[in-house]
């Protein structure tokens, strides 16, 4: 019998993660790596939230706080929502937390039953099939295509909908493709959540990173939804875990018990950290989203001029998710041998689901030189593998 238990033993590995250990191992024996594969900002955080946090430990701000959060966050978290989309959230019905991710078992762990299921993208971020699963719901996982903007059919979604349907995941931008779903989208899925009751889990993470128009919320649309959002990705603030869920009331106590359990609080000078990044960096999340869409716009035509196929052009995130079967089928052995032959780190597609086996996801988050180089290095393993 195996030593460990069958819950764990489910869990898929985050490639990804495996890739980002190898390129570290490259580089401790002196390799230099492009590193592609990872979402991690290469900006530091704007030093006026740094500076926050400072002041804030040594004012003594380093105890626990509420469960649900500081009072002063959840404000801010509010208004941002009333100036940035219009729309009116209640504090009290904002979970802050220790990054996004505890934030999916908050929202999960309120919302299912064993057996219950989530309608999800394929592909989609590794981590949302695995949540529900460990918690005992079933990912029911619906192919998105390339060719369709990676975005649900809505024919087949409505068809996914069963009895035991508790939520539809959209994610927008998207992680991996960097695709934005449209106002006309996003209000499709909410009359979908009003006709069958189901609610809609919208993972807003890369909000604040798109390059194509206005960014909407979930929330514009219906109330019948959870909103998973954060710092780490538009305030370049990956290490300071900081995330929070918008719930609707009915699943705020049961998320501020799994809270109050598993994790208790967020960090308190993160929090304090956090108020003024919401109200202080705009300035300085503008210029990095500048930045990105620069990169962003030199990645997509050369990589394209290496062959491979972008059908949907990214429009939000910091990812191009490319079809790189003219280079070989199976991603991860090709994201493999790019690592050790090209010295450019890269995700394989097959981290995102069968749906994206095929495919390779470089991630813009890195200097335009690094970029360049990367594509060098790419265009030379090409020329000489390809021919």
């Given at each position: 019998?195996?030593?460990?238990?069958?819950?764990?033993e489910a869990i898929r590995p985050f490639v990804v993660m495996d890739v980002v250990a190898r390129a570290k191992e490259l580089e401790a024996a002196g390799r230099d790596i492009v590193r592609l594969e990872i979402g991690d900002p290469d900006f530091p955080t704007p030093e006026v939230v740094t500076r926050a946090a400072?002041?804030?430990?040594?004012?003594?701000?380093?105890?626990?706080?509420?469960?649900?959060?500081?009072?002063?966050?959840?404000?801010?978290?509010?208004?941002?929502?009333?100036?940035?989309?219009?729309?009116?959230?209640?504090?009290?019905?904002?979970?802050?937390?220790?990054?996004?991710?505890?934030?999916?078992?908050?929202?999960?762990?309120?919302?299912?039953?064993?057996?219950?299921?989530?309608?999800?993208?394929?592909?989609?971020?590794?981590?949302?099939?695995?949540?529900?699963?460990?918690?005992?719901?079933?990912?029911?996982?619906?192919?998105?295509?390339?060719?369709?903007?990676?975005?649900?059919?809505?024919?087949?979604?409505?068809?996914?909908?069963?009895?035991?349907?508790?939520?539809?995941?959209?994610?927008?931008?998207?992680?991996?493709?960097?695709?934005?779903?449209?106002?006309?989208?996003?209000?499709?899925?909410?009359?979908?959540?009003?006709?069958?009751?189901?609610?809609?889990?919208?993972?807003?993470?890369?909000?604040?990173?798109?390059?194509?128009?206005?960014?909407?919320?979930?929330?514009?649309?219906?109330?019948?939804?959870?909103?998973?959002?954060?710092?780490?990705?538009?305030?370049?603030?990956?290490?300071?875990?900081?995330?929070?869920?918008?719930?609707?009331?009915?699943?705020?106590?049961?998320?501020?018990?799994?809270?109050?359990?598993?994790?208790?609080?967020?960090?308190?000078?993160?929090?304090?950290?956090?108020?003024?990044?919401?109200?202080?960096?705009?300035?300085?999340?503008?210029?990095?989203?500048?930045?990105?869409?620069?990169?962003?716009?030199?990645?997509?035509?050369?990589?394209?001029?290496?062959?491979?196929?972008?059908?949907?052009?990214?429009?939000?995130?910091?990812?191009?998710?490319?079809?790189?079967?003219?280079?070989?089928?199976?991603?991860?052995?090709?994201?493999?041998?790019?690592?050790?032959?090209?010295?450019?780190?890269?995700?394989?597609?097959?981290?995102?689901?069968?749906?994206?086996?095929?495919?390779?996801?470089?991630?813009?988050?890195?200097?335009?030189?690094?970029?360049?180089?990367?594509?060098?290095?790419?265009?030379?393993?090409?020329?000489?593998?390809?021919?």
């Amino acid at each position: 019998m195996s030593p460990v238990s069958r819950r764990s033993e489910a869990i898929r590995p985050f490639v990804v993660m495996d890739v980002v250990a190898r390129a570290k191992e490259l580089e401790a024996a002196g390799r230099d790596i492009v590193r592609l594969e990872i979402g991690d900002p290469d900006f530091p955080t704007p030093e006026v939230v740094t500076r926050a946090a400072e002041d804030a430990m040594a004012a003594g701000s380093t105890h626990y706080t509420q469960s649900l959060g500081l009072p002063d966050l959840r404000e801010a978290i509010r208004d941002h929502h009333r100036g940035h989309y219009g729309v009116s959230i209640d504090p009290e019905d904002v979970v802050v937390t220790q990054g996004t991710s505890p934030a999916m078992l908050l929202l999960f762990g309120a919302l299912l039953d064993p057996g219950d299921e989530v309608v999800m993208p394929d592909p989609c971020y590794p981590a949302y099939p695995n949540y529900v699963a460990f918690l005992g719901g079933v990912p029911k996982l619906l192919r998105v295509r390339a060719e369709n903007g990676f975005r649900y059919d809505a024919d087949e979604l409505a068809a996914a909908i069963g009895p035991r349907t508790k939520a539809v995941m959209v994610t927008s931008p998207s992680n991996p493709t960097g695709a934005v779903q449209s106002p006309e989208d996003l209000r499709s899925l909410a009359d979908l959540a009003e006709r069958t009751g189901v609610h809609i889990a919208s993972d807003e993470i890369y909000h604040g990173l798109t390059f194509c128009g206005p960014e909407h919320t979930i929330l514009e649309f219906t109330d019948r939804a959870f909103v998973l959002n954060g710092f780490s990705k538009a305030y370049a603030m990956t290490g300071w875990r900081l995330g929070y869920l918008i719930a609707p009331r009915e699943y705020v106590r049961p998320a501020e018990k799994i809270q109050q359990n598993f994790f208790l609080a967020a960090n308190a000078f993160v929090q304090q950290a956090g108020v003024v990044a919401l109200t202080k960096a705009q300035g300085d999340v503008a210029r990095m989203r500048a930045l990105y869409d620069e990169r962003r716009r030199y990645l997509v035509p050369a990589l394209r001029e290496l062959g491979l196929v972008i059908e949907c052009e990214p429009c939000g995130a910091f990812y191009v998710f490319a079809d790189a079967r003219c280079w070989g089928a199976d991603s991860l052995a090709l994201s493999r041998r790019l690592l050790e032959e090209a010295g450019v780190a890269c995700a394989p597609g097959i981290d995102f689901g069968a749906g994206g086996e095929g495919f390779l996801r470089f991630s813009y988050a890195t200097s335009m030189e690094r970029l360049e180089e990367g594509v060098r290095r790419l265009r030379e393993w090409s020329e000489a593998n390809t021919r």
